[in-house]
């Protein structure tokens, strides 16, 4: 990791103004699409499949939790869990379209139009985002992977919001100013890598007396938590395991591999995924037969 100097406008012992105003560019990878406002820079409607759900999202972390989800619930049998899976492309801004503001004025993915689900009285469909409100509503919907005891119940629920509040310190946190920031600072590095460490403890303590994060059942919490934390001790995300020593986490290994076994979540997290091994690129799914005939692999020859 090699350090740079830090840009002119930023010198040692940085002052914030009384008053901050947004007058130039924040720099690194996300600089054009990021804003310090709201709402739509264009008009552009969302395309809708012939399935009830539709899915407006990208292969992040984020957008993972949800594509797994709906492949576990048709590996269940849930025939209405079928669904259409549009690529949004938030290095160009796709995300600030007018349709998909209309379903997430945050301009986050994922987002998730429920067809099936008139809630006005003019029949729209059912508008969902947030990765864990989208978790939570399917499991509602069809009744799966949320478990009924009470005591379980309500772990799920923690784990499930414990990721939505921690996730920020590894993908803001980590995932920014050890992958994406334009120079490296070392005070937010470690920072956050502090944090995450933190984090990775805590979750390796747990797995050290459970099986699963809502104890001897699989639940929508670990549909959350694989994505993120299993993927980065499985050595996938930001190339970051070797510097936080994720060996030392045996526990969340285990249970990494474990999830990272099932066939559901084998299809899910190559929905939406413009990167990777070409064989590992749905950019968009409209079809279970999808996963064997359209890969980037099969569309561009190079099977």
């Known amino acids: 990791m090699t350090d740079k100097t830090p840009p002119p406008n930023q010198p040692e012992g940085y002052e914030p103004p009384k008053v901050w105003t947004w007058d130039k560019e924040s720099g690194g990878r996300f600089a054009n699409i990021n804003r310090p406002i709201s709402g739509s820079t264009h008009d552009k409607e969302l395309s809708v499949g012939k399935h009830p759900l539709q899915l407006y999202s990208l292969g992040t972390p984020n957008g993972q939790k949800v594509t797994i989800m709906l492949e576990e619930l048709l590996a269940l049998g849930h025939k209405g869990a079928e669904y259409d899976a549009w690529l949004i492309n938030i290095g160009t801004g796709a995300q600030f379209s007018s349709g998909f503001v209309s379903v997430n004025p945050n301009s986050k993915i994922p987002a998730l139009m429920d067809h099936s689900a008139p809630h006005r009285a003019q029949g729209d469909p059912q508008p969902v985002f947030e990765s864990g409100a989208i978790l939570l509503y399917l499991a509602e919907k069809f009744d799966a992977f949320l478990p009924k005891e009470p005591a379980e119940r309500t772990a799920c629920m923690s784990w499930l919001f414990w990721q939505m509040g921690s996730a920020p310190y590894l993908g803001g946190g980590v995932g920014h100013f050890y992958a994406y ?70 526990n969340m290994l285990r249970w990494s591999k474990q999830i990272e076994a099932r066939q559901a979540v084998k299809r899910g997290r190559i929905v939406n995924r413009p990167r990777g091994p070409l064989s590992e690129q749905l950019l968009e799914r409209h079809d279970a037969s999808d996963f064997e005939l359209r890969t980037q692999d099969k569309l561009l020859g190079k099977s």
């Open 181 to 250: 920031a334009p120079f490296k600072m070392e005070y937010p590095i470690n920072r956050f890598a502090m944090e995450v460490k933190r984090q990775l403890d805590v979750l390796d303590k747990h797995l050290a007396q459970n099986e699963y994060f809502a104890g001897d059942e699989y639940s929508i919490a670990d549909m959350a938590i694989w994505p993120w934390y299993g993927v980065l001790v499985l050595g996938g995300l930001y190339d970051a395991g070797e510097f936080l020593s994720v060996h030392e986490y045996k």
